[in-house]
């Protein structure tokens, strides 16, 4: 298994653009997130899927689209990129037990986006 | 607000010290989990304790739950300079709706085992 792979590793945006942030993973997990990472500020919960079809808002959603057409991707869309979305960005994934997490995230490596 | 609040920010040992980060978070769990980040990478799962659970081992690890503190922590014996991370917690968290389908970070502690 590849487990999750993240698609670019590395970016350089000028604000206004956009941009999509891929995230695959082969383990047919039901569950799907999105997490930035900013200096001392730990994880911050973008999005998130509990399946194919379902999204919902995390704790910082502005400025970023989801969507889960299938299992397997859960990209992320930037509309217009601003310099405060200058971040590492994670995709997880893992199992959802009646809407308890009773396993492990496995974590995709990261993509480096710098907004100009 | 992020729901996980690590103490210390930062923690430097020596090797084959031991290591204490805690934890803090605010509303009740289903349960709390531990990861680690080497500088660049992407999260390890190191170890999950139930909301039922008081004390889990795995390895070196030593992990404690006080549900009625609202607190965790993890002790790491014997440290290596391979332990040498960040490491975070993360819950998952309920409200009187259920379940939120949220795992929640904290900002992490930073630490560094000389050799």
């Known amino acids: 298994n590849a487990g999750v792979t993240q698609t670019p590793k590395f970016q350089v945006l000028k604000t206004g653009q956009s941009m999509t942030l891929q995230c695959a993973q082969d383990m047919n997990h039901e569950y799907m997130s999105w997490y930035r990472q900013d200096p001392g500020m730990g994880l911050r919960l973008i999005h998130y899927s509990v399946g194919a079809g379902i999204t919902d808002q995390g704790e910082v959603p502005n400025g970023y689209n989801v969507s889960r057409s299938t299992t397997e991707d859960f990209p992320l869309r930037l509309l217009s990129a601003a310099p405060s979305q200058t971040s590492v960005y994670f995709c997880?994934?893992?199992?959802?037990?009646?809407?308890?997490?009773?396993?492990?995230?496995?974590f995709g490596p990261g993509t480096r986006l710098l907004v100009l | 607000s992020q729901q996980g609040e690590e103490d210390p920010q930062a923690l430097s040992i020596q090797e084959g010290e031991n290591a204490t980060m805690n934890c803090s978070y605010k509303?009740?769990?289903?349960?709390l989990q531990w990861y680690r980040q080497n500088s660049g990478r992407g999260l390890v799962h190191l170890i999950l304790i139930r909301s039922n659970e008081r004390e889990k081992h795995s390895g070196r690890l030593r992990v404690t739950l006080d549900t009625s503190k609202k607190s965790s922590s993890l002790l790491i014996t014997a440290s290596r300079a391979a332990d040498t991370a960040s490491y975070f917690c993360?819950?998952?968290?309920?409200?009187?709706?259920?379940?939120?389908?949220?795992?929640?970070f904290g900002t992490g502690t930073l630490l560094a085992v000389q050799p």
């Open positions: 997880a994934s893992s199992y959802l037990r009646a809407g308890e997490f009773r396993e492990t995230q496995y």
């Open positions: 509303t009740s769990i289903n349960n």
């Open positions: 993360a819950t998952d968290h309920v409200n009187y709706g259920g379940a939120t389908n949220k795992l929640i």
